[in-house]
């Protein structure tokens, strides 16, 4: 697994354009892109300790925004902590990591965050059990435990192709049900 290395003299010049660009498509208001983008920088310098270097700076990034981005519609929208990011998307890197943009950001835990994050984590679960095996199995080996495509095809003995086809399936399903069982 590669090693990334972190170096956050550089990513304003690096990423802020970027980060920008990716939020003002989730949020159309400029100056809350850009205190979403702010925010990023700062947690990314809170939580540097926490870098492991299996992802790139960047994707490390973003995933740190789309959390920001989910707070921000969270204060906004109060109904159970429901979000208002498209569930379906691509971004070039992260085709449709929705799962993950439902958790709140770590600096920012309440007493109703815990709550509502075991409520999902409940309903993610009651979801999962509802899905054929092999989908289950692919969704949460690469949703949720993070392994790569090539892992996953060698574990279970299945093509990339068959893989994706497997996991837009199995996203539409759990899409599905924490719409009817979670929104």
């Known amino acids: 697994m590669p090693n990334h290395q972190i170096n956050p003299n550089k990513w304003i010049e690096l990423y802020s354009d970027y980060l920008f660009n990716y939020t003002i498509t989730r949020v159309s208001d400029r100056e809350i892109a850009q205190d979403l983008v ?11 300790k926490n870098f492991k270097g299996e992802a790139s700076e960047r994707t490390w990034l973003i995933s740190i925004l789309k959390r920001k981005i989910i707070d921000h519609y969270r204060k906004i929208n109060s109904n159970k902590g429901k979000a208002e990011v498209r569930i379906n998307y691509s971004d070039g ?16 835990k309440t ?6 994050n ?10 999962l059990s509802k899905l054929p095996k092999k989908q289950a199995e692919v969704f949460r080996m ?6 790569e495509t090539e892992v ?10 068959n893989l994706w086809v497997i996991i837009h399936r199995a996203r539409s399903a759990m899409a599905d049900c924490l719409k009817e069982n979670w929104f």
């Open 152 to 161: 996953i095809c060698n574990e279970l003995g299945i093509t990339a192709s």
């Open 93 to 108: 890197e992260s085709d449709g990591d929705w799962l993950e943009e439902r958790v709140s950001d770590p600096f920012d």
């Open 142 to 147: 690469k949703t949720i435990l993070d392994y």
């Open 118 to 127: 075991d409520e999902l984590g409940s309903t993610i679960q009651n979801c």
């Open 38 to 48: 702010q925010e990023t920088f700062l947690a990314g310098l809170k939580s540097m």
């Open 111 to 116: 007493a109703e965050d815990s709550l509502q």
